[in-house]
């Protein structure tokens, strides 16, 4: 059957079963001959709908291009035979009914936007990349079916560009094997900028895997945005329903090939440096692009520095050869401004990056190169290069004037127009150059920071925090396991004081005494504590020397505040040791710093009060010592003691025998006088640095601490029953000269007048007569008394007497008498034993005659004349003095020859009733057992019996009007006076 005699109807069905075969050439031969039925857009939606989508486009887009033109001018097509067979039964009733249940798709995609050209095949083609990219998946024959058209209009080429290209490249070129990236076409048109950029920029931002490394995921950063993002920004103005200017391009195109050459020769575009204001922003899909960038900065700098260095800005794409050269896609005045927000997304890349790396510092570096090739800035010297080689940035550029909040480092803040810190000038550059110098400086003293925490230190921080980082910044260097020399710290310090100042000299009207730089909110003066603190903990001796002390007109810092830093350094090592050997631990570090610089101060009173405190706990060390809980001594104990020589009085109770190292207690009690401590217990500032005493006040406190060392070691010997000891050491030690004592008896005062001239005195002889009083009540348990210890114990208390205020005589007499009792009761034991041994051999044994010559007896018994004679010799010279007074004896008489009496026995040194010899021997028996350093010569020893006699004279009237007073007698001249 002839095709010309189809119904129309059947003409269609025909057509359609000619789809569905992918038989091209049939229907190149039969619908140019029907085309009374078969209009071109019917063939276009049977091919549409038909059409095998895996079919491939080169086999038809020469068909569809004749039908939609209606022209079949193809000279190179070959007629075949249609078979009509399929239709030629089937009645034109049923052929319609057949039509009718088609379903043909519109030529127009939904997707389609309603500004586009009126033209049958571009409707076609795009709805034909659609279907073949849903139904098969195979966006690679859209290619194919596109090309060949791509220069039919401008829809058709944008289009193409943006939508395919890239999700073309993505999926099939790029990743093939990543089914992650894949999408519909439809769907990747529908998005908007910011889903776009995450879409096409999603593996380039992937941290590495097994299967590919992240540097080579940092290689494709360029790549993927020139080629990904870039086609798709070609579509921003169709998207934005602008056409792009034919007429306009055309006569442009000409006058900008000289420029695009003179660019491609230069290799990059250069940016044209007029900031970035509020007219800048255009709203174009690239401000997607640059947050992408500044918002990825934060995590992953390496990737964002390689963009930059890749990638040129937004005139470099990669359009694949589709665009038509000579024309831009962007107008210029866009360009320059986009152009410029590239070049603000750079430097807001640098700030964002919160790593705090070298690396990240080697990357800003790298953008900072970039800037200046693109903003034609004189380009950056090397990071290595010594900082006073480094550039030096405009004073006003160091301030951030118009920020308050650390929320303009905020990464979409940073993109903010005018910002201060982004916005491209050159101040802006000027201070990111140093911003990147001081990241690398703090770096290389070992505290890396970021960009992002260097300007945040800079700027919003205080001065107190720039004070903490400067702090451990040194406190890194002074322990970094090498011991630097000086001419390391001399250039760590360069490097710091750069960070200061940035290397600007203060103006001569600023008297802020702070300086420009990243830690310049530290005054100068702190700057330099902080430096000399370092140097004393490093022993970098000579470099002090050589800064702080030698010149002192061009001196850093005033030689008090030298001194005192010095003197703190070694009071701090000196409380964080645990020993007190100067030979190990803290004091021998202390000791080193108060060595070296002491010459260096040679009239400093702190100097020495310190070398005396070392010396002090040197001496300490060699005793145990244990503190309260089982807290073992410290010499920071000494420090904080509000009575460091009570130290020595555990020392005592704490090491047997120690008492008898009383030269080196004392030594040590001097020491802890001479270091400056304080000895008041309600002295709240123990420890050292108060204003020096005068000497005459130091000289009394050295000998008080003396006294009261003696002391301790008097308990200390009574303690451990060594009562020779304790005896030589009060009268050797603290017995005061005889000019000093002020016996009762010479004070004829009211009482009341007394009381108040000893509670004067009583300060001076506090420790003196409680030594004496304490030694003189003591009697040990285990061992009788001999008769040389009781008049021992009798001396003291007679010197406890004497020195002793009014409140303390009664019972001090108490004592005194109770050892009275027992010096009579032993004597008389004594003469007891000395007349029975005398009387043993005179007495008659038996009743027989005497065996003795002279042995006179009457009836074995002695005569009662030898056994009666003292009691009648007692009698003879009772009545003799009888005699030679009438008057009876009055009770304040008997009171006073009790009292001379007990003189007699408690004072056996008065008078000269004793010889010399027996003064001597007693002499030695008292000072000679425990070399004692008193001396013996026979001016000492009659003043030793003159101080005795003043003793017993003293006691004597006491106890006489004492003991008459209680006994109610009036003494004899009264009486007489009052019978006158």
Same mark, same amino acid.
């Given at each position: ?14 057509? @359609? ?117 849903? &139904?098969?998946? =195979? ?7 596109? &090309? ?34 894949? #999408? ?16 096409? #920029? ?7 895997? *097994? ?21 798709? #920004? ?33 290799? @990059? ?32 700098? &390496? ?80 990071? $290595? ?20 909040? @650390?929320?303009? !480092? ?64 040194? *406190? ?192 040590? $009690? ?38 009261? @060392?003696?002391? #301790?070691?008097?308990? $200390? ?69 001999? =008769? ?7 001396? !003291? ?16 007499? $108490? ?6 009792? &027992? ?158």
């Amino acid at each position: 059957m002839d095709p010309k005699d189809l119904t129309p109807a059947q003409c269609v069905l025909l057509t @359609v079963h000619l789809a569905l075969e992918s038989n091209i050439k049939a229907l190149h031969t039969f619908t140019p001959s029907r085309l009374d039925a078969l209009d071109p857009e019917l063939v276009l939606r049977i091919l549409l709908t038909y059409l095998p989508e895996a079919l491939d486009p080169r086999e038809y887009t020469n068909y569809v291009e004749e039908v939609a033109s209606r022209l079949y001018v193809n000279i190179d097509r070959e007629d075949v035979e249609v078979n009509t067979s399929p239709v030629k039964d089937i009645s034109d009733a049923q052929a319609q009914k057949r039509v009718k249940k088609l379903h043909l798709l519109e030529i127009l995609s939904p997707s389609f936007p309603p500004h586009a050209p009126k033209d049958l095949l571009t409707w076609f083609l795009c709805h034909r990349a659609y279907r073949i990219d849903a &139904e098969t998946g =195979l966006l690679n024959l859209v290619p194919a079916l596109i &090309e060949p058209f791509i220069n039919r209009n401008d829809f058709i080429r944008t289009w193409y560009i943006s939508v395919v290209l890239p999700l073309l490249r993505l999926e099939v070129e790029y990743y093939p094997e990543d089914e992650a990236v894949s #999408m519909p076409l439809s769907d990747f048109e529908k998005l908007s900028g910011r889903g776009v950029v995450d879409v096409l #920029m999603k593996k380039a931002s992937e941290p590495g895997d *097994r299967t590919a490394s992240e540097s080579a995921k940092t290689d494709n950063i360029g790549r993927d945005i020139k080629s990904l993002v870039g086609p798709w #920004m070609y579509g921003h103005t169709e998207r934005k329903r602008r056409r792009l200017d034919h007429d306009h391009e055309e006569k442009s195109s000409s006058g900008n090939d000289n420029e695009s050459v003179e660019n491609v020769a230069l290799g @990059v575009r250069k940016i044209a440096l007029e900031g970035v204001s509020a007219d800048d922003k255009t709203g174009h899909d690239w401000e997607y692009m640059y947050r992408w960038l500044v918002h990825h900065a934060v995590d992953n700098f &390496e990737l964002v520095s390689r963009a930059v260095e890749e990638w040129e800005g937004p005139g470099d794409v990669d359009l694949g050869g589709h665009d038509r050269g000579g024309v831009h896609y962007l107008d210029e005045e866009e360009q320059r401004k986009l152009e410029l927000q590239y070049a603000q997304a750079a430097f807001a890349s640098c700030y964002a990056a919160q790593a705090n790396s070298p690396e990240t510092v080697r990357k800003a570096h790298d953008i900072l190169a970039r800037l200046a090739e693109l903003l034609e800035f004189i380009p950056p010297p090397d990071l $290595a290069t010594s900082v006073d080689s480094l550039p030096r940035i405009e004073r006003h550029a160091t301030k951030l004037d118009e920020s308050q909040t @650390v929320a303009d !480092l905020l990464p979409d803040a940073l993109l903010r127009p005018e910002h201060p810190l982004t916005t491209p000038r050159l101040e802006a550059y000027m201070l990111l150059q140093t911003m990147v110098y001081s990241a690398y400086q703090f770096s290389g003293l070992g505290y890396p920071l970021s960009l992002l925490n260097v300007a945040k230190l800079h700027f919003y921080a205080d001065s107190q925090e720039q004070l903490d980082v400067l702090r451990r910044i040194l *406190r890194h260097l002074s322990k970094n396991g090498a011991r630097k020399d000086d001419t390391q710290w001399t250039a760590d310090r360069a490097k710091l004081l750069w960070l200061w100042n940035w290397g600007i000299e203060p103006d001569d009207n600023d008297q802020s005494n702070e300086g420009c730089g990243v830690l310049g909110k530290i005054p100068k003066e702190a700057f330099e504590e902080e430096m000399l603190k370092t140097f004393v903990d490093t022993s970098c001796f000579e470099l002090i020397g050589s800064l702080y002390i030698s010149d002192p007109s061009h001196a850093l810092l005033s030689p008090s505040r030298v001194e005192q830093i010095i003197l703190d350094k070694a009071m701090e090592a000196y409380d964080s040791a645990s020993n007190g050997n100067r030979t190990r631990g803290g004091v021998k570090r202390a000791n080193e710093i108060i060595t070296a610089f002491r010459p260096r101060f040679p009239s400093s009173t702190k100097f020495e009060e310190a070398a005396a405190l070392i010396s002090a706990t040197h001496a300490l060390s060699f005793y145990s010592l244990t503190l309260q809980h089982g807290v073992p001594f410290q010499p920071v104990s000494i420090r904080v003691s509000h009575d460091p020589i009570s130290l020595i009085s555990k020392v005592l109770e704490q090491n047997p025998r120690s008492y008898t190292q009383l030269d080196d207690l004392i030594e040590i $009690a001097r020491n802890l006088v001479s270091a400056g401590l304080h000895f008041d217990e309600d002295d709240e500032h123990a420890l050292n640095g108060s204003e020096p005493a005068d000497p005459d006040s130091v000289a009394k406190r050295r000998k008080d601490a003396e006294r009261r @060392v003696t002391f #301790m070691a008097i308990q $200390a010997a009574l303690q451990e029953h060594d009562f020779e000891t304790a005896y030589s050491y009060i009268v050797s030690r603290l017995t005061p000269s005889g000019a000093d004592i002020n016996g009762p008896n010479n004070d004829r005062r009211p009482k009341h007048q007394k009381s108040s001239s000893r509670s004067k005195n009583e300060p001076d002889d506090d420790i003196s007569w409680r030594a004496a009083f304490l030694a003189g009540r003591y009697r040990p348990q285990e061992s009788s008394p001999t =008769l040389r210890r009781l008049e021992q114990r009798t001396e !003291l208390l007679s010197l406890a007497l004497l020195l002793a205020p009014g409140s303390a005589l009664t019972e001090i007499l $108490a004592a005194w008498r109770r050892c009275e009792e &027992e010096m009579t009761s032993l004597q008389l034991a004594q003469q007891e034993a000395e007349d029975e041994f005398d009387d043993r051999a005179d007495k008659r044994m038996s009743s027989g005659p005497s065996a003795l010559p002279g042995n006179f007896t009457v009836g074995g018994e002695q005569p009662q004349l030898i056994l009666n004679q003292k009691r009648r010799e007692m009698g003879r010279i009772g009545a003799a003095n009888r005699g030679n007074d009438e008057t009876p004896l009055s009770m304040f008489d008997l009171t006073r020859n009790a009292a001379r009496a007990f003189s007699k026995n408690a004072f056996p040194l008065q008078g000269a009733a004793r010889s010399s010899g027996e003064q001597e021997r007693s002499m030695e028996a008292s000072t000679g057992s425990l070399g004692s350093d008193r001396p013996t010569s026979p001016t000492d020893a009659q003043q030793r019996v003159r101080k005795r006699d003043m003793v017993a004279n003293a006691a004597s009237g006491a106890l006489a009007s004492g003991l008459g007073w209680v006994l109610g007698a009036t003494p004899n001249q009264q009486q007489q006076q009052q019978q006158h």
